[in-house]
């Protein structure tokens, strides 16, 4: 299958799938953590999605992309860290956390490929690698 968007990639998929499982869980959170915990750890795990099509759309320079795929990583382990809080504060299952931090861990696993080896992302019109 010939990748057309990042929605086509593998780690997108499983990233947003974590953002959902994380959306879903984080419904039961107390009403305090609205503002708190519940918003930052949906807001990081979105971000690994949304970045993601941002360093897609920045393919063209090397530089940009590995910039953006990075972003992605950090915010995969910000919300790694959510997961542990969560978990330490009563608000998911010892189950709950072992497979979020699972996904989290595939999810990093995949993008540290990409930084690792940028070129087989690279659009094919890539004009430089400095820029």
Known sequence: MRIQSAKDLTV???AYKLA???F???KRFPPDEKFALCSQIRR????VCLNLREAWARRRY???FLS???????????????????QDCGYIS??????????????????????RKP????AADNLTSDV
């Open 12 to 14: 997108y998929k499983l």
């Open 20 to 22: 959902m499982d994380i």
């Open 24 to 26: 879903e869980l984080t």
């Open 44 to 47: 990081s795990s979105r971000s």
């Open 62 to 64: 090397k530089a940009h």
């Open 68 to 86: 953006k795929l990075s972003d992605c990583d950090g915010e995969n382990s910000e919300t790694d860290s959510s997961v542990d809080f969560a």
């Open 94 to 115: 010892g189950e709950q956390h072992e497979q979020l931090v699972a996904q989290c861990a595939e999810v990093g696993r995949m993008l540290g490929g990409m930084i």
């Open 119 to 122: 070129e087989s992302f690279l």
